[in-house]
């Protein structure tokens, strides 16, 4: 399995940001997060996804299952004691987060170094 360079992932979450902070342009979408079970709220977790950083990159970008055409980028990054598994995907310029939840892995988290 290939993994992004460091530079492509911090690319991606710039530009993420860039456009979760825009009015309208970030949300949750319905699938699979669960972040309140690793005891966070909704602003918690966005500021949670604000910080992620190249370290916590997973895998990516890899199509998404559904098939639409867009691609997926996945993080582990510890909190409280726990690990959170992050997939976020940028469609239609909206980002989404299409899962946040606790997750035992399998991470390969290439980058780690916490």
């Known amino acids: ?3 992004a360079s460091k530079e492509d992932v ?3 979450l710039k530009e993420f940001r860039r456009r979760m902070t825009q009015p309208e342009k970030f949300i949750f979408v319905n699938r699979k ?3 309140t079970s690793i005891g966070l709220t909704l602003e918690q977790a966005t500021y949670e996804i604000l910080t992620l ?5 997973d895998r990516g970008p890899s199509p998404d299952h559904r098939g639409d055409g867009t691609e997926v980028w996945e993080f582990g990054k510890p909190i409280d004691g726990d ?3 992050i997939k976020l ?3 239609d310029e909206i980002c989404k987060c299409i899962s ?3 997750s035992t892995g399998p ?3 290439p980058y780690r170094n916490w």
């Not at 950083?53 to 990159?57: E, G, P």
């Open 53 to 57: 950083k190249y370290v916590h990159y």
């Open 1 to 3: 399995m290939s993994h």
């Open 10 to 12: 911090n690319e991606f």
């Open 100 to 102: 946040f939840k606790s």
């Open 107 to 109: 991470f390969t988290l």
């Open 33 to 35: 997060y669960d972040f």
């Open 89 to 91: 995907k940028i469609e």
């Open 83 to 85: 690990t959170a598994y």
